[in-house]
Nanobody, 122 residues
Framework: VQLQASGGGLVQAGGSLRLSCATSGSTFRFTKIGWYRQAPGKQRELVAAIRSAGPADYGDFVKGRFSISRDNAKNTVDLQMNSLEPEDTAVYYC?????????????????WGQGTQVTVSS
């Protein structure tokens, strides 16, 4: 499984960025796929994720500013980030969980893409 993140950059507060996570194959094969972020000195936290069933999950700090979606034609999961704040500055990582069954045993493997830097200036 390969996850390729892109779309980070420098933006002023109030601006927008769109991150894209390209996967090797369909995004629908993953139990969960989405984005985490890690700011300097802080723990990695969930930004947004899509599950194979049910609504998307968002971090509490998102407050309606971000939206996660799939692009089936491109095999990507995209994160549209609006109304960015300096506190959103972090390295953003694509994450995916793949569940497989072998006999009676269920395996969950987690994958991470390389990070993409998002910097929001005040």
């Amino acid at each position: 499984v390969q996850l390729q993140a892109s779309g980070g950059g420098l933006v002023q507060a109030g601006g927008s960025l769109r991150l894209s996570c390209a996967t090797s194959g369909s995004t629908f094969r993953f139990t969960k796929i989405g984005w985490y972020r890690q700011a300097p000195g802080k723990q990695r936290e969930l930004v947004a994720a899509i599950r194979s069933a049910g609504p998307a999950d968002y971090g509490d700090f998102v407050k309606g500013r971000f939206s996660i979606s799939r692009d089936n034609a491109k095999n990507t999961v995209d994160l549209q980030m609006n109304s960015l704040e300096p506190e959103d500055t972090a390295v953003y990582y694509c994450n995916a969980v793949l569940t497989t069954n072998k006999g009676w045993t269920r395996y969950e493997n987690e994958y991470w893409g390389q990070g993409t830097q998002v910097t929001v200036s005040s």
